[in-house]
């Protein structure tokens, strides 16, 4: 199997984000969401925050 370069990782990390966020704005808004597939629990998203902070 094999391995998935750092860059990409991160760069689909980063998408699967920006995904999670317009969901939640679709929500808050009061709109259909849809599917959730491909997008973060908020747990992930912290770590990815974590991430990118240092």
Request: charge should be neutral; charged fraction near 30%; glycine fraction near 10%.
């Amino acid at each position: 199997m094999g391995r998935l370069p750092l860059g990409s990782w991160a760069k689909n990390q980063r998408a699967a984000a920006r995904l999670t966020s317009a969901l939640a704005e679709r929500r808050d808004q009061g709109l259909p969401v849809g599917s959730t597939a491909g997008a973060l629990s908020e747990d992930r998203l912290n770590k990815l925050d974590e991430i990118d902070l240092d």
